[in-house]
């Protein structure tokens, strides 16, 4: 795949997200693009930032290091933000932290205490997203929704995590209107969670942000509030 071709792929995802926020009466830019690069070499990754993509998303810590570490020594200069969109388990945490922006994929509480806790060596905060499981399919990850508003109310004992919203993965369904309806019930979940902290400092807890929508539905995700797409596929074929 030339850079060429990466880059009219990144124009296209990022006019169709253009028109699907304007539809949703937002802005182009109140959606960020989050480059998932799980499928790509690093030439490819490459392409993508000459292109104007800052955001970068990996599913798998090790990959994440290994793909940020090679952007390094190739771009030094580069600002890129990178996401970890996958499972985190503790005993990466540590080596993790120092490479993330955005946390997306934060899925029980002691991996909120262990992120608390190395963040607080680190001196600086981490921000998360906690990963939400509305299609309630069992092999999805994420908290029930019914867990969540117990668990909001003990994230002001966490000093040093910055909790931005809530994450989820649509059902493997495919059906658009099953999709919509998750997405949809994602929004009312962040909604009831920023009403139930409104008193929190908002430096700490804030519930603003909806990680949302993949290559197959970025569209419906951004229609129904999606404010960061996790796009991977649509960019590399
Ligand atoms: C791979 C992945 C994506 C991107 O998936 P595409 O369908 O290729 O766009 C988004 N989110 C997560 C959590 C992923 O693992």
Redesign the pocket.
């Given at each position: 795949m030339t850079a060429a071709r990466i880059a009219a792929n990144l124009a296209s995802v990022r006019d169709r997200m253009a028109d699907a926020a304007r539809r949703s009466g937002r802005r182009a830019d109140d959606v960020t693009l989050v480059a998932?690069t799980?499928?790509a070499q690093i030439d490819q990754v490459l392409a993508l930032l000459d292109a104007g993509c800052r955001d970068l998303?990996e599913?798998r810590p090790q990959e994440l290091w290994h793909k940020a570490d090679e952007l390094d020594k190739l771009r030094a200069d580069s600002d890129v933000r990178w996401h970890l969109?996958?499972p985190l388990q503790r005993n990466k945490a540590r080596r993790t932290l120092p490479y993330v922006s955005l946390i997306?994929?934060v899925e029980s509480w002691r991996l909120l205490e262990a992120i608390d806790r190395l963040a607080s060596e680190r001196g600086r905060p981490t921000a998360v997203l906690l990963e939400a499981n509305v299609s309630g399919e069992a092999a999805k990850h994420g908290f029930a929704p019914e867990e969540l508003p117990p668990l909001v109310d003990r994230l002001p004992a966490l000093a040093h995590v910055h909790v931005r919203g809530l994450m989820t993965?649509a059902g493997l369904s495919g059906v658009a209107d099953e999709a919509r309806r998750e997405f949809a019930r994602l929004r009312k979940l962040r909604d009831e969670m920023r009403a139930r902290t409104s008193g929190a400092s908002p430096e700490r807890v804030a519930f603003e942000e909806l990680s949302m929508g993949?290559?197959?539905d970025?569209e419906i995700a951004i229609e129904e509030g999606a404010t960061l797409v996790?796009?991977?596929?649509?960019l590399f074929e």
């Open positions: 998932v799980k499928y998303g599913s969109v996958g997306h994929s993965i993949m290559s197959g970025f996790r796009v991977g596929s649509a």
